[in-house]
């Protein structure tokens, strides 16, 4: 089935320090990917997409590249602030019969200090 | 001007009772979801319902019966709570159920059940 890995937090930086939060991903066919944001004690908001291999979603800074050769789809943006702090979440949805739904990450908590 | 809405946003109860949650959403999409988000911050697909139909269930309890009275409505109602339910319930929405298709989420609604 599908499935998506992220890097475990929670991760630690300080104000301006650059982010990588690594996701890959196993689907039985062609899926786009997702990273979503959650702020604490909000839902969830789309940060970013990409819809096909090499595609790169871009928003408020960040960024990711869908890569299918190694089936990855990691955030980076260059200069954190301190209101990036929040879950991130990275989430697939398949083309295929369950493209109904997002499958999920686990999640990875980031914290900015100033 | 909220796109997604759910009531109430904490819900505490006993164990044994029966709760409700209400989803609307004013995006005109015609799939809504529900998510459960654990103490953990792990994320799953519950339901999903596509112009007022069933579309996934993903193995939850059958003391879980989701409603859609009208493709902007989409309540969950819980009977016999366990203490194993408290946790974040999100509700979403997307357009078609399509691989590209974002899907909007409300703000959760906090069950704690005692």
């Known amino acids: 089935g599908d499935s998506v890995t992220q890097m475990e937090g929670p991760v630690t930086l300080s104000e301006e320090a650059f982010l990588t939060i690594n996701c890959t991903y196993t689907a039985t066919g062609y899926p786009s990917l997702f990273w979503y944001v959650q702020y604490p004690g909000e839902g969830l908001q789309l940060l970013l997409k990409?819809?096909?291999?090499?595609d790169k979603g871009s928003n408020k800074g960040f960024e990711a590249t869908y890569r299918k050769e190694t089936t990855s789809f990691h955030l980076e943006k260059g200069s954190v602030q301190v209101s990036d702090s929040a879950v991130y979440f990275c989430?697939?949805?398949?083309?295929?019969?369950?493209?109904?739904?997002?499958?999920f990450g686990k999640g990875t908590l980031l914290t900015v200090n100033p | 001007d909220t796109a997604v809405s759910q009531t109430p946003k904490y819900l505490v109860t006993q164990m044994g009772n029966d709760k409700s949650i209400k989803c609307e959403q004013n995006?005109?999409?015609?799939?809504m979801y529900w998510y459960k988000q654990d103490s953990k911050k792990f994320l799953k697909i519950m339901f999903s319902?596509?112009?007022?139909?069933?579309?996934i269930n993903e193995t939850v309890p059958n003391r879980f019966s989701p409603k859609s009275p009208d493709k902007a409505h989409l309540n969950l109602h819980i009977n016999s709570l366990e203490l194993g339910d408290s946790a974040v319930y999100f509700c979403?929405?997307?357009?078609?159920?399509?691989?590209?298709?974002?899907?909007?989420f409300g703000p959760g609604t906090r069950l704690t059940v005692l």
């Open positions: 319902y596509n112009n007022k139909e069933l579309i």
């Open positions: 990409a819809t096909k291999a090499d």
């Open positions: 979403a929405s997307s357009q078609e159920g399509g691989a590209h298709n974002e899907q909007f």
């Open positions: 995006l005109g999409h015609d799939t």
């Open positions: 989430a697939l949805k398949d083309s295929g019969g369950s493209n109904y739904k997002l499958t």
